[in-house]
T-cell receptor
Framework: QKEVEQNSGPLSVPEGAIASLNCTYSDRGSQSFFWYRQYSGKSPELIMFIYSNGDKEDGRFTAQLNKASQYVSLLIRDSQPSDSATYLCAVPSGGYQKVTFGIGTKLQVIP | GAVVSQHPSWVICKSGTSVKIECRSLDFQATTMFWYRQFPKQSLMLMATSNEGSKATYEQGVEKDKFLINHASLTLSTLTVTSAHPEDSSFYIC???????????FGDGTRLSIL
């Protein structure tokens, strides 16, 4: 089992819809979880982080964490074509020294 | 806050040249910096992790004598690609982190092309 798993996609959603991006992780001791957005040819940028079980909302983004199921997700409401990018899930482990990134899910928002 | 500056953005040079890339945390002290490489349409690949004042920890398969990392201060890390060859052409990205459970913040990356 990979340490951090994501579906590579592409995930296609129509403009205005909710995009749901999922990530599972294997280290039960992980305490912090990060979502990054990477546009083609650019470096990743942090968009959300979550430490506690439940939901965390920031504008159109909501991160959801379920530590019992080892599952973290990112919801993007009212998706826009500018949201089209690859979304990376990142999970520190091993006492935080190591950070494992998922392969990333490519999101395509269709106008 | 949490700005990371990476320089240069682009490098084009001849085979055999050594290239140095700088990564600076501008508004915070970074206990740990990371260096990644990314080939077109592929995932980020971690090359090494460096803590200020310590030797870098390299990932399996990354030649430490070829990719020299110096993390001399809490705001500066450098990656030197020694005697670069065309197969070293890639997108190199650094990131910096304040502390253990804090997120990494990425620089804008350096696109390296070796002719």
């Amino acid at each position: 089992q990979k340490e951090v798993e994501q579906n590579s996609g592409p995930l296609s959603v129509p403009e205005g819809a909710i995009a749901s991006l999922n990530c599972t992780y294997s280290d039960r001791g992980s305490q912090s979880f990060f979502w990054y957005r990477q546009y083609s040819g650019k470096s990743p940028e942090l968009i959300m982080f979550i430490y506690s079980n439940g939901d965390k909302e920031d504008g159109r983004f909501t991160a959801q964490l379920n530590k019992a199921s080892q599952y973290v997700s990112l919801l993007i409401r009212d998706s826009q074509p500018s949201d089209s990018a690859t979304y990376l899930c990142a999970v520190p482990s091993g006492g935080y020294q190591k950070v494992t990134f998922g392969i990333g899910t490519k999101l395509q928002v269709i106008p | 806050g949490a700005v990371v500056s990476q320089h240069p953005s682009w490098v084009i040079c001849k085979s055999g040249t050594s290239v140095k890339i700088e990564c600076r945390s501008l508004d915070f002290q970074a206990t740990t910096m990371f260096w990644y490489r990314q080939f077109p349409k592929q995932s980020l690949m971690l090359m090494a992790t460096s803590n200020e004042g310590s030797k870098a920890t390299y990932e399996q398969g990354v030649e430490k004598d070829k990719f020299l990392i110096n993390h001399a201060s809490l705001t500066l890390s450098t990656l030197t690609v020694t005697s670069a060859h065309p197969e070293d052409s890639s997108f190199y990205i650094c990131s910096a982190r304040k502390g253990g459970n804090q997120p990494q913040h990425f620089g804008d990356g350096t696109r390296l092309s070796i002719l």
